[in-house]
């Protein structure tokens, strides 16, 4: 008689601590694993009759100019932070709900934001963006003129130097989701004109080794960029996942720089300035540095470091008794693309690789997943990448300990879970 394969047979042994699974599995198809599906009734297959659902006895909505979420869902929004001082409100951020959302791409309207002093709203007629400086020839560009020019769309994300601080600047961990510490991160399909098209029209001059970028907003918004990023994958996006960036994207045009810091990514772009130094203008030099224990700071710490993120589990979403689960998180790097993602439910002591759900793309979120069998003990979930560069994700005491008390830009460390006894998620320290 032929002998069926349990559900242990088909999960495999686990390969590290507290019943984290080989990640090989997602390759077997047909294995009854989660058991969370309904036994099918008669009268719940019925297409038509009394027990049919109301919705399908009746027309359903009109068409319209513009696609909208289900009211179903209108609980996925970004978190807005007011923290301005009065007369300031405009100056904040709002947040990505990540733990909310699948897959890698950010929908336009749950894109983070981050302003200094509101969004402008720009008349796309009357906007120029020009280039000047140490350049052969100075050069004004409308939309219109931008829109004849070679065009190419590359996914990146986009990630504020501040995000994430909140693990380092507080010696308690927040009891909050994911998204009110990490959700200042998003990542879309960009689509734009290649920056050294235009820097090459215009004649870069020898001497000329920095760019200030400079946007349209009452902040005047702007940042010193590296000659060398804008020759190799910068951008000025005019299309955000197949539709014009929105206002609080920067419309009409962005700088891109995939891998840099998010502000220095300047929104509502109208000049760039080549020069033979940096400008250390006001948002360079009073902040984005980091703090060193002997009282100097580094400056132009502009590439994101390897990072990674697991979401689910996370606090707010708890465990629903022990069995088997999937954990599932996101991985980046500003340095290149995800090599390798590793997870542990002991709080480090061993460690599992996860699989990485393709494509994964240079300087874009990766996402990543490992299955779990949970036995209902507490356990302590956390994760590491390691690039293509072999920089490898540091924990958070390793990341602490080179910085002064309170530094809070470039969080690149490790993020914790515990789960205990009863399935509740908290934030941890580890």
């Known amino acids: 008689m032929a002998k069926f394969p349990t559900l242990q047979d088909q999960l495999g042994d686990p390969i590290a601590g507290n019943g984290l699974l080989h990640r090989r599995f997602f390759l077997q198809s047909g294995a ?17 009759g009394t027990a049919a659902p109301e919705w399908t006895k009746k027309p359903g909505a009109a068409f319209n100019g513009y696609g909208v979420p289900s009211h179903w869902r209108d609980n996925i929004q970004r978190l807005v932070v007011t923290n301005a001082p009065p007369g300031r409100e405009v100056a904040g951020s709002s947040r990505t709900p990540l733990e909310m959302m699948e897959g890698t791409i950010t929908p336009g309207g749950l894109h983070y ?220 790097s500003g340095l290149g693309r995800v090599r390798r993602v590793d997870v542990s439910a002991d709080g480090g002591k061993s460690w599992a690789e996860a699989a990485l759900s393709a494509p994964v793309q240079t300087k874009a979120l990766t996402r990543f997943r490992l299955p779990w069998m949970w036995n209902g003990q507490p356990a302590v979930l956390t994760s590491r990448t390691t690039d293509d560069k072999g920089v490898v994700q540091m924990s958070r005491a390793q990341w602490v300990a080179q910085y002064a008390p309170r530094q809070n830009f470039h969080f690149s460390a490790m993020q914790s879970w515990a789960v205990d006894a009863g399935g509740k998620v908290s934030n941890v320290y580890v």
């Open 32 to 48: 009854a694993i989660a058991g969370a599906a309904a036994t099918l009734g008669t009268a719940s297959a019925e297409s038509i």
């Open 113 to 332: 934001v981050r302003n200094h002093n509101g969004t402008p709203d720009v008349d796309p007629n009357k906007h120029e963006l020009m280039i000047h400086g140490l350049v052969r020839q100075p050069l004004v560009f409308t939309l219109d003129n931008l829109l004849r020019y070679p065009m190419e769309s590359r996914i990146h994300f986009v990630e504020c130097a501040g995000n994430s601080g909140a693990i380092s600047a507080s010696a308690e961990p927040q009891q909050v989701r994911a998204s009110t510490i990490h959700g200042l991160l998003s990542c879309s399909e960009w689509t734009g004109v290649k920056l050294s098209t235009l820097l090459e029209e215009a004649g870069l001059d020898k001497r000329g080794t920095w760019i200030l970028a400079e946007g349209a907003d009452s902040a005047a918004m702007s940042r010193s960029v590296p000659v060398w990023k804008a020759l190799d994958d910068a951008m000025i996006a005019l299309y955000q996942n197949g539709e014009p960036i929105r206002p609080e994207q920067g419309f009409p045009m962005r700088l891109l720089l995939p891998g840099f810091e998010g502000n220095t990514n300047v929104k509502w772009l109208r000049r760039m300035k080549v020069m033979d130094g940096p400008m250390y203008s006001r948002d360079e030099t009073s902040r984005y540095t980091e703090l060193m224990p002997d009282g100097k700071a580094r400056e132009f710490m502009l590439q994101m470091e390897p990072k990674s993120l697991i979401l689910k589990p996370s606090f707010g979403i708890n465990m629903q008794g022990p069995g088997y689960y999937e954990i599932s998180g996101l991985a980046w």
